[in-house]
């Protein structure tokens, strides 16, 4: 079975960064594309970013292009997700997945999730 991990989450002001981390384990978790989701209170799980097996990126949600990126060391098997310039609108809980497979497909793909970290962006 395939362990995620998240860690990095925390209180932010509008405008700062944050980086989330998480660390990828077990069966099949080197073969797998990982990405990185976030859900709000009434709301429907939302894809963010998606990085394949040879590092090629999928990006889900506009609303992230040009201040989330998403990266992997592949020594180690974690993936990370860089925030910049966070907006209230971004605070979430946000999971890191994995797909099982080395492609970024639809976000239905996505099977094996992490706990959850909360991010709050607040003045």
């Known amino acids: 079975q395939l362990q995620l991990v998240e860690s990095g989450g925390g209180v932010v002001q509008p405008g700062d960064s944050l980086k989330l981390s998480c660390a990828a384990s077990?069966?099949?978790?080197?073969?797998?594309?990982l990405g990185w989701f976030r859900q709000v209170p009434g709301k429907a799980r939302e894809g963010i970013l998606c990085?394949?097996?040879?590092?090629?990126?999928?990006t889900y949600a506009d609303s992230v292009q040009g201040r989330f990126t998403i990266s992997r060391i592949y020594t180690n098997n974690t993936v990370s997700l860089q925030m910049n310039s966070l907006q209230p609108e971004d605070t979430a809980v946000y999971y890191c997945?994995?797909?099982?497979?080395?492609?970024?497909?639809?976000?239905?793909?996505?099977?094996?999730w992490g706990q959850g970290i909360q991010v709050t962006v607040s003045s």
């Open positions: 990085i394949t097996t040879s590092g090629g990126v999928r």
């Open positions: 077990g069966f099949n978790s080197r073969d797998s594309a």
């Open positions: 997945a994995a797909t099982g497979v080395p492609w970024c497909g639809p976000t239905s793909d996505f099977d094996s």
